[in-house]
């Protein structure tokens, strides 16, 4: 295993302290509000989703510090996926956009040697969200955009977002797919957090199926896209997908790819939690489609993902290169020699 490569996580959330005080002052504008103080502070929103405010959120040495703790040379960071702010009204979205986005490009201009930034756009309005895209790019040479799975109960597959993919797809800017809960939830996904850990995964495979037999992935041959989680449950049932487009006319109609050869137009950030459930993965995809993901800061975090991969049996040196930083690299449009 190389020394010089360096180890990438592009799974990292943060929450620029411009926006905390936004939301504090102003939380009507948000459809959410700050509770408490101190280590017990969080945010909240109308529909009761929120999240604690953790120093990483906010502070890039902070940030840092917490990857120290896990090996981690560089961090791509992300809005939590609690802000996207898709039910606010699309000029409403763009001005928290823009505030996010100018936060993270701050904190990553702290601290250039070891943050990258990611940008959130207001997916609710095409061309509002094509607007800030070419704007981060252009001001704050950011090379990646977080984006839900689903905007209002649409999927990422829609026509009405594909103007959005395929200026990224122009302009060589990654996709970071990750899934999110907005709304009450049905009583069988209300229990046992099972919103995160059942429902977001599979939110994730059904965006990437619609993508695949919508023929979307046909008309975006150079898109790249990471999905969080180590894909959801996609990789995992692609012989389903597989077997349903072989034998049924309806998942062939817009596609002449089966999913299994879509299945490598994407990447997958190994935050799988199962060292076994990562070798499958990269047996099925390879090792040039994973990288390093840890949804740090919170508690469904991988606290050590070097050791997680480490324990996976059987990678080679090289294998390890391209997952610990290579294929970030690669995406980021950077040399590992920089």
Known sequence: MSK??????????????????????????????????????KFVRDDQHGTPIYAEFFDADAKIDGMDRK????????????VFFYWLSAD?????????????????????DRLRGMATLPLQDADAAIAELE????????RSIELGCRVQGQLLADPKFRPVLKRAQELGVFVFAHPYIVGDLPPDLGCYYLGNTAAMPFDTALMAAHLMFSG?????????????????????QIGRLAHGYKVRKEARANTKNSPLQLLRRFYFDALTHDADALRYLIDKVGADRVTIGTDAPFDMAEDDPLAMIAAVPGLTAEQLDRIHGLNALELLGESAKS
């Open 135 to 142: 704007r981060v790019v252009k001001d704050h040479g950011f």
């Open 92 to 112: 409403a979205g763009l001005a928290a956009c823009r505030v996010m986005n100018d936060g993270i490009a701050r904190m990553a201009a702290a601290r250039p």
């Open 71 to 82: 090996g981690i040379d560089i961090s791509v960071i992300s809005v939590t996926p609690v």
């Open 216 to 236: 979307a992935l046909d008309e975006l041959p150079a898109l790249k896209m990471i999905l969080a989680h180590g894909g959801g449950h996609l990789p995992y």
């Open 4 to 41: 010089k490569v360096k180890r990438i996580d592009v799974h990292s959330h943060v929450l620029p302290r411009e926006l905390i005080e936004l939301i504090r002052k102003n939380p009507r504008d948000y459809q959410m509000r700050v509770e408490g103080a101190g280590d017990s502070e």
